[in-house]
């Protein structure tokens, strides 16, 4: 089962989604895709009770999907998880398949052995913006 979306429109409703929603443009946009409206297809992102959980759920309905999440990591794995099942080509995103369900990530911390090794080879080449990429694909 696939999903089509040639337009997508990113609600928020606290101040925490719409940090959320406002990373998940950025990743849209480098990804090629820029047709965000209110016209198209929902995607809805739904603050829980705040908690340290770092779970979420994505729910995909007749015309929407929706995150729902304690925190804002929890959001930026939901959405995250939605880009990578995804293929972007020609404006349009296809989801390539249906992933709703309840998700909790493997590790707790992510990124904590991050440094220089002598063992990679470009690390000392990088500049800012290359390490907030690195940061953020992680």
């Not at 390539?96 to 052995?113: F, L, V």
């Not at 500049?127 to 990429?133: K, N, S």
Request: charged letters at 30%; hydrophobic letters at 35%.
């Amino acid at each position: 089962m696939t999903f089509n979306f040639s337009c997508l429109n990113i609600t928020s409703d606290c101040e925490i989604t719409k940090k959320a929603a406002a990373l998940f443009k950025d990743e849209l946009i480098l990804r090629g895709f820029d047709s965000l409206d209110a016209d198209g297809f929902d995607f809805n992102l739904i603050m829980l009770n705040e908690s340290s959980q770092e779970d979420f759920k994505i729910e995909i309905k007749e015309n929407s999907i929706s995150v729902s999440a304690h925190r804002l990591r929890g959001f930026i794995y939901g959405y995250s998880l939605f880009l990578r099942k995804s293929i972007f080509e020609k404006g349009k995103i296809t989801l390539t398949q249906n992933i709703s369900g309840e998700y909790s990530p493997d590790k707790k911390i992510r990124g904590h052995q991050l440094g220089y090794r002598d063992t990679n080879n470009t690390c000392d080449a990088w500049g800012e913006e290359e390490y907030r990429r690195y940061l953020l694909d992680l």
